[in-house]
């Protein structure tokens, strides 16, 4: 199991969080979003063993190219409507995690279309905004998923739910992504690096088996 960080976007910040190597970095391309990296975002220096995630929604392909040149961006995270098509045609350039909202009423079988198209999929709570909620989604729903494409958890997991994961007992579900955001921060998109160091203390020792 593997870690994210997303939602980040000060430069001296970014260096701290790069500092603890987690195992991918997400940075938000997307205006509407109080985590969005600016126009005149510059990206710092990063170990390559840290993978960068450009979040995307809705963008149109060709501003999505550019940002993976500028950025030298190794996934990109499609939040919005993209189709399977879209997403096919990007995952032959860097791969593609498309990401879905879950709750009581998501259709897994809509995943059917997607699986041939993408590299990763991303479950997160579904909320009227695209994604950086807080909010967390019933991570039970996920047994109706067959895990034939490995995903990124995302949605309200803090120190609480990382503990949470150890009883976590849905055994076909190991080849995941654990993603953080809102609630590791001081503000929007300025992560709180003592609070990182716990949750890096928890992962090192978390297992599904346990």
Known sequence: MFLKICGLKDPENIKQVAALKPNYMGFIFYPQSKR???????????????????VFVNANASFIIDKIDEYKLDLIQLHGNETP?????????VPVIKAFGIDETFDFNALELYKNSCSYFLFDSKTKEYGGSGKQFDWNLLEKY??????????????????????????????????????????PGIKEIKKLEKLLMKHENLSLTD
């Open 36 to 54: 969005f990296v600016g126009d005149d975002f510059v990206m710092p220096s990063v170990s390559p063993e840290i993978k960068k995630v450009g």
């Open 85 to 93: 098509e879209f997403c096919e045609v990007l995952n032959h350039i």
């Open 146 to 187: 067959d895990n034939s494409v490995p995903f990124f958890l995302s949605g309200g997991i803090g120190l609480e739910e990382i503990e949470k994961l150890k009883n976590w007992k849905i055994e076909k579900l190991k080849n995941y992504v654990v993603d953080v955001n809102s609630l590791f921060e001081t503000e």
